[in-house]
T-cell receptor, first 116, second 115 residues
């Protein structure tokens, strides 16, 4: 069975600081997808990134970067120079590629608060 | 950008009422899902569908039921609402494998309160 662990329940940092959100996953599949979603106070889930298990290249998008390490089953998310608008709950998620049966399993989320 | 809609956004009802939460998507996605999010933030899959006339129960047991008569529509029904059903309900649809890797797109959610 697949599992996603986000050990950090809540994080608070002062604006402009860098912050890293941790994500560790478990799966028996060799092919899978990892995701990060952002949930602002309005409640909707906003897709941030998808990474497949064969692509271990790190990715940068503006102030956001993701570090995927298969050796440690981790997919960490870093926000550089944080801003108040980054305050939200962030979810890491895993989808196994069991053809015809893929489902998305979420971690418990990390509530990030950026202090002005 | 995905187009997936949920109505109502907020609902406050009394115990024992029957309710239906609506979910529609305009992308023609075959796969659709319902997630329940408790106040502690955790998201749990309660129902999913892989196409018309296909419905399956998810990982978390739920007293709700779903139907999938049309590709674009995946409503969730509670026959008799109880306070324990108070939660946020999120609907999602996904692209097929091999096409953007099964990315899930979520609706804005329905926040249900049962008094």
């Amino acid at each position: 069975a697949q599992k996603v662990t986000q050990a950090q329940t809540e994080i608070s940092v002062v604006e402009k600081e860098d912050v890293t959100l941790d994500c560790v996953y478990e799966t028996r599949d060799t092919t899978y997808y990892l995701f990060w979603y952002k949930q602002p106070p309005s409640g909707e889930l906003v897709f941030l990134i998808r990474r497949n298990s064969f692509d271990e290249q790190n990715e940068i998008s503006g102030r956001y970067s993701w570090n995927f390490q298969k050796s440690t089953s981790s997919f960490n998310f870093t926000i550089t120079a944080s801003q108040v608008v980054d305050s939200a709950v962030y979810f890491c998620a895993l989808s196994e590629v069991n053809f015809g049966n893929e489902k998305l399993t979420f971690g418990t989320g990390t509530r990030l608060t950026i202090i002005p | 950008e995905a187009d997936i809609y949920q109505t109502p956004r907020y609902l406050v009802i009394g115990t024992g009422k029957k309710i239906t939460l609506e979910c529609s998507q305009t992308m023609g996605h075959d796969k659709m899902y319902w997630y329940q999010q408790d106040p502690g933030m955790e998201l749990h899959l309660i129902h999913y569908s892989y196409g018309v006339n296909s419905t399956e129960k998810g990982d978390l047991s739920s007293e709700s039921t779903v139907s999938r008569i049309r590709t674009e529509h995946f409503p969730l029904t509670l026959e008799s609402a109880r306070p324990s059903h108070t939660s946020q309900y999120l609907c999602a649809s996904s692209l097929p494998l091999g096409l953007a890797g099964g990315t899930f797109f979520f609706g804005p959610g329905t926040r249900l309160t049962v008094l």
